[in-house]
C-alpha cells in the first residue's frame, strides 16, 4: 500500500474514524497546543532526570537503554488532560464504548544507543476465538512475546475483539533516526501475533511526525518502538485504554497517590477504576459513585456465633 494511502494527520473526527478501523491507527494533528506541550514537556523532563538522578529510573526491558516513566497520574496534574483529551476520548469511546478505563499513563523514553523493542501487540492476552472440535485457549496459561507470524495479511476468519486502544502522545518530534513508533498498518485484523525476533522480520512502517501530535493505535496493532541513532532523547507518553472487564496495567486502586485521590474529579477516579461496573469491583456498594476504601468498607459485626 502507497504511504499516500495511508492516514495523515488530522483532526476531522470521521475521518480518524475511519483511518483507525481500516488501517489500525489514526493521527490527531496538533493534539496538544504549544502551551500544554511545554508544560508536560517540562514536567516530563525534570521528572525523567530527577529518576535518573536518585537511581529510581525503570528500564523496560531492562537490557536497553531507554526508560520509562510510569504512574504519571502521581507525577502532575498536566498529566490528567491526556486521558481526557476532548477529541482523542470520543475516538477511545468510538472503539471501545463509553464505559472504558485507563490501563495505563506512562512515558517512554528513548535515549541516545537505545535499540529496536520486538514487534507485539498489547492485547496479546486476549484469548482465540474457540472453534468447535478444538479445546479453548486457556487464559492464565498465555504468555507475553509468544508470536511468530510473519505476514500482517488481513484474516478471513474469526479474530480476537478489541480491548484495548493505545495513545502515543508525541512529546517530542519523532523520527525514523530517533526512535519513532514503529507499525504494521492493517495488522489488527490479522488475528495473529507477530514474530518477536530481533531485527525484525517483517516491513514495518516508522510514524514520523511533529511533537503534539497524538498517535491512536488499536491495541491489536502490530508496533514497537524504534531504534535511536541520534544524540538527542526522544520523549513519548502512552495512555492506554481498556474495557471494564480486563485488567489495568497500573493499578491505581492500590498505587494512586493519597493527595491525588483527593483532588480528583469522580469522573478521573472512574476512569482509574474506583467505580464498580455492572457490580464489578464493587466493596460493599456496587451502586456507589466510588467504591470506598479498605478502612471505610463493612468489617465484622454484631456477635459471634
Known sequence: ????????????????????????????????????????????????????????????????????????????????????????????????????????????IKHPGSDFMPLHTDQWWMPEPQTPGRLPERPAAMARGAGTALSATPTTAVVRGRATVNIMWLITDFTTANGATVIVPGSHISGREPDSSLPHQIKTLAVEAPAGTALVFDGRLWHAAGANYTGDSRYGITCTFCGPQFRPLENYTLGLRPEVRNSASDELLRLLGFKAWSTYGHTGDPSLAVSVSGEHALGVMGEDS
Open 1 to 108: 500500500m502507497s504511504d499516500l494511502n495511508l492516514p495523515q494527520p488530522g483532526c476531522d473526527f470521521d475521518v480518524l474514524i475511519e483511518d483507525f478501523e481500516t488501517h489500525g491507527y489514526c493521527l490527531i494533528d496538533q493534539a496538544l497546543d504549544a502551551d500544554t506541550l511545554a508544560v508536560v514537556s517540562r514536567r516530563l523532563f525534570n521528572q525523567a532526570e530527577a529518576e535518573r538522578e536518585l537511581g529510581v529510573e525503570f528500564k523496560n526491558p531492562g537490557h536497553l537503554d531507554n526508560q520509562w516513566v510510569n504512574m504519571l497520574i502521581n507525577k502532575g496534574e498536566v498529566f490528567q488532560k491526556l486521558v481526557t483529551h476532548p477529541l482523542a476520548s470520543r475516538v477511545i469511546e468510538s472503539a471501545l464504548g463509553p464505559e472504558y478505563l485507563l490501563s495505563c499513563c506512562d512515558a517512554q
